[in-house]
């Protein structure tokens, strides 16, 4: 497994940069969706039974997706549960791919294996619900764009706030250290309504490394951020108490199939849980 010490002379990838010039979502969804394994089925099933347990019998859900990239499938589980979900994402060219997915576009991507395993593994629904659940999605999602380093990083219209908002492996692409790193998930956590939950799936490891993946030719590094690091942020930068954060290690030991271009390189993740304060009377 291959952490790299922030001294290395490995390039940063950041939203204005790389990812906005360089990344490449077909090639993404062909080396990391072209097959269902562990490494996709842990976060959709932590987001299954996250709305399962929390929202039993509501519909009326407000969602945000940040850094949703070009992959529409993560809100599976949202879908029975909201009114409304919000796919925000900085480089166009994920919206664009994702754009394609809403809109039914015949030569848009393919996710139904995703939600498949959703609605039929894990709610145990037949295969006629999985076209409807991808239809309610649809039906539910707005597109927009967003920018962490923006004093309001999301387009006007959607500051929220939300019941929940999900972030994955998008702050700690973005993030060159742990200080702007704090900064942008005190940034999200501001969007919630008193009483919201942010969800995040973060690369874990030791504080000042990094991991590195590629998609296609081209390496993006990855901040790593420590257990201890993310509940000092989620405290002391967003006014979270502790208990109400919960953390749940994944190792990459413990997933049956990781993709290839990141067996290498990904030590542990992080599934994190922080509900923010209910409003006092």
């Known amino acids: 497994l291959q952490q790299q010490q922030m001294s290395s002379p490995a390039k940063v990838s950041s939203p204005q940069s790389d990812c906005n010039s360089e990344f490449d979502p077909w090639t993404y969804i062909e080396e990391y969706y072209g097959s269902l394994t562990s490494w996709h089925r842990s976060p959709l099933k932590h987001l299954h039974e ?3 347990s929390h929202f039993n019998g509501r519909t009326d859900l407000t969602f945000l997706n940040f850094g949703s990239g070009p992959v529409v499938a ?3 589980s949202v879908a029975p549960f909201a ?3 919000v796919l925000s994402e900085y480089a166009e060219q994920n919206r664009t791919v994702a754009k394609l997915w809403l809109d039914r576009a015949t030569n848009g991507p393919d996710f139904t294996a995703l939600y498949k395993y959703v609605v039929q593994e894990l709610e145990g ?5 999985v076209a409807k659940r991808q239809d309610d999605v649809r039906a539910l999602a707005t597109l927009c764009r967003c920018d962490i380093f923006q004093e309001t990083p999301i387009e006007k219209g959607q500051e929220g706030p939300y019941d929940v908002i999900y972030t994955a492996s998008t702050l700690e692409m973005a993030c060159t250290n742990p200080e702007e790193y704090g900064t942008a998930v005190s940034k999200l956590s501001t969007m919630l309504k008193p009483g919201g939950w942010l969800l995040m799936n973060v690369s ?6 990094v ?7 081209t390496r993006f590094v990855e901040l790593n951020i420590s257990v201890e690091e993310m ?3 989620l405290q002391q930068r967003c006014g979270f108490e502790r208990e109400s954060i919960t953390v749940i290690p994944q190792t990459a030991d413990k ?4 993709p290839i271009l990141l067996q290498e390189h990904i030590d542990e993740m992080m599934y994190v849980i922080a509900q923010r304060k209910q409003a006092t009377a």
């Open 50 to 52: 996250f709305f399962t």
């Open 83 to 85: 009114q409304q979900i």
């Open 125 to 129: 629904k037949g295969p006629e619900e």
């Open 204 to 209: 874990m490891g030791e504080a000042g490394t």
């Open 255 to 258: 997933m049956d199939a990781i």
């Open 74 to 76: 993560f809100e599976a």
């Open 231 to 233: 509940y000092a942020i």
């Open 211 to 217: 991991n590195v993946c590629h998609v296609g030719q």
